[in-house]
């Protein structure tokens, strides 16, 4: 079985997924594992599918992990020096 449409926050620790053809392994709340063992920094909001049956977080723990709605550049303030 393969689920689209889930974002990164929402899987657990361990979960496997794919993400523009590769396919990962999550070992931390925003890090995750290629085919190569190479560690890649994924953000919340990151659609991806799962790899056979999706490992969730419980929807509580899920809910601490889940993204501002703000987008982050709305955090930003004026470039200095700029008028």
Same mark, same amino acid.
């Given at each position: 079985?393969?689920?689209?449409?889930?974002?990164?926050?929402?899987?657990?620790?361990?979960?496997?997924?794919?993400?523009?053809?590769?396919?990962y392994?999550?070992?931390?709340?925003?890090?995750?594992?290629?085919?190569?063992r190479?560690?890649?920094?994924?953000?919340?909001?990151?659609?991806?599918?799962?790899?056979?049956? +999706?490992?969730?977080?419980? +929807?509580?723990?899920?809910?601490?992990?889940?993204?501002?709605?703000?987008?982050?550049?709305?955090?930003?303030?004026?470039? +200095?020096?700029?008028?």
């Amino acid at each position: 079985m393969v689920c689209s449409g889930m974002r990164f926050y929402e899987l657990a620790i361990g979960a496997r997924f794919f993400f523009r053809g590769r396919r990962y392994e999550k070992l931390a709340m925003s890090v995750a594992n290629d085919e190569d063992r190479v560690g890649h920094v994924f953000m919340g909001e990151t659609e991806v599918t799962a790899d056979g049956e +999706p490992l969730l977080l419980p +929807p509580d723990e899920a809910a601490r992990w889940k993204p501002d709605a703000r987008h982050w550049t709305e955090y930003l303030g004026p470039v +200095p020096g700029l008028r």
